[in-house]
């Protein structure tokens, strides 16, 4: 019987196959790769996740923002089978096959901007920056690359060199890609520039002048790339003025404008795509993540005269698009369409924001809350005053809701924050459910 709409039920944790599990993970696989929770799943359905042990909780992290649709839903499930049945992979780049070009006709239409489009797919999130980044610089025949300070962009030497947290992401692993440079980026809650916003003058806007008058010229830099809301770095929702402003910058020296949509798009922020919000046309977008369902999956979509600079053969990946996916990806936009979950992400977020700012008047652990759309983060600090951020205390709360029932991960440049990605399917019982928790998570540790 599906599980998907009741609550968590949770026995001592962690249970006794997880356990087993670890250990034999440990012996076998690389350290690096981590786990945030001592929990080994063996299914999941809507906004429920079922371990080893049989003890349910509800998922209010959705495989770190991939399942805006909820696991598992039958038409993802049944077009994957289905395509498996049929084809499983040729490599596009030789011989090609039907989904992927109906992908593109998809996904062309329902990025914002008059201007003509087209698309390519790889297989993860880095991988589409990458491919942004190599387009962008075909295109323009320049090199530099300008990101944001609290930026994630990926794990590969090119997306890691425009990432912006040292420790775990960089650390070690330099020397770094050259010609990337870094803006503040505009993190009013923690102002570079100690001022305050509105009235601050958004000095963060004018930093791109001086940049370009100190450190790279405007003629080397190929491309801005920004995150609409920045994500790893700590839900960083921007002011109104920031991305035009970026994009004024963009259009007045020829620089294209990237957008990365991985954690933002498909409907987590109330719009089909965050960028959406601000009215803008970016250049080129790239995603993941929640594309389809799951499955491994990236694409860049841009203008076409952009995505069309690069011949042929000068971009593509052996798995990138492949049938499987591609199927999952037109099956997963159907059912976000169908359902209206780029509406209901609205209402998770209302629904959230309101105990969220519930939740800061009572506890004064709780400096920001923020969000857009069902994106939405609280920030812990040690104090008020000094706003001294507080990892301690997030990593308990982390680990303590999990105990209770309720999986969320963190975020942010200090590991202080709290971020809500859960699929958009949620019940609003299982929503109030997961904040009572937090809430009961909360008044206990500051108990102790
Ligand atoms: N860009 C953004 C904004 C992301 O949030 C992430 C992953 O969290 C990436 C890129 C990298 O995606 P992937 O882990 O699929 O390579």
């Not at 038409?75 to 490599?91: G, M, R, S």
């Not at 425009?162 to 440079?181: C, D, I, N, Q, R």
């Not at 010229?217 to 035009?244: M, R």
Request: hydrophobic share 40%; glycine share 10%; with cysteine.
């Amino acid at each position: 019987m599906s599980f998907a709409t009741e609550l968590p039920r949770v026995g001592k944790l962690p249970g006794s196959k997880s356990m087993e599990l670890i250990e034999r993970k440990g012996k076998v696989v690389a350290r690096g790769i981590a786990h945030g929770m001592p929990i080994f799943v063996s299914d999941a359905k809507g906004a429920m996740v079922r371990d080893v042990d049989g003890n349910t909780y509800i998922d209010f992290y959705g495989g770190i923002g991939t399942l805006n649709i909820g696991h598992c839903p039958e038409p993802v499930v049944k077009a994957i089978q289905q395509q498996a049945e049929k084809l499983i992979h040729t490599c596009f780049l030789v011989t090609m096959y039907e989904p992927y070009v109906e992908l593109a006709e998809k996904l062309t239409a329902c990025v914002p901007g008059p201007s003509l489009k087209k698309a390519m797919f790889v297989n993860s999130g880095a991988e589409a920056v990458e491919n942004a980044v190599k387009i962008a610089r075909f295109a323009t025949k320049k090199s530099g690359i300008l990101a944001l300070e609290c930026a994630f962009h990926g794990r590969t030497l090119m997306t890691m060199s425009l990432t912006s947290k040292v420790k775990p992401y960089k650390f070690g692993f330099g020397p770094f890609a050259p010609e990337t440079y870094k803006i503040p980026s505009a993190y009013c809650y923690r102002c570079y520039y100690n001022s305050t916003y509105p009235g601050c003058g958004m000095h963060c806007l004018e930093r791109f002048d001086r940049l370009l008058a100190t450190e790279v010229s405007p003629e080397s830099i190929a491309a801005v790339i920004v995150e609409a809301v920045q994500g790893e770095g700590g839900f960083i929702v921007p002011p109104k003025e920031f991305l035009p402003g970026v994009k004024a910058i963009c259009e007045k020296h020829g620089f294209i404008f990237i957008v990365d949509e991985v954690q933002t798009g498909f409907g987590r922020t109330g719009k089909m795509f965050a960028i959406e919000h601000w009215g803008i046309e970016p250049d080129l977008i790239t995603m993941a993540k929640s594309i389809a369902a799951g499955m491994p999956l990236s694409a860049v979509v841009g203008k076409a005269e952009i995505m069309d600079a690069p011949g042929p053969g000068q971009i593509g990946s052996t798995f990138g698009g492949n049938p499987l996916s591609c199927a999952a990806g037109l099956a997963t936009l159907e059912y976000l369409q169908k359902n209206n979950l780029v509406d209901r992400s609205n209402v998770v977020g209302n629904r959230a924001i309101n105990r969220l700012k519930a939740m800061r008047d009572k506890f004064h652990v709780i400096g920001d809350v923020r969000g857009l759309g069902a994106m939405m983060a609280i920030e812990l600090v040690k104090d008020r005053a000094t706003k001294e951020p507080n990892k301690e205390l997030t990593e308990q709360i982390l680990v303590e809701c999990y105990k209770r029932g309720l999986l969320v991960v963190g975020a942010g440049i200090f590991g202080n924050i709290v971020r809500m990605l859960m699929p958009l399917t949620i019940t609003d019982e299982q929503l109030d459910y997961g904040y009572d928790v937090l809430e009961s998570v909360i008044t206990d540790l500051l108990k102790k």
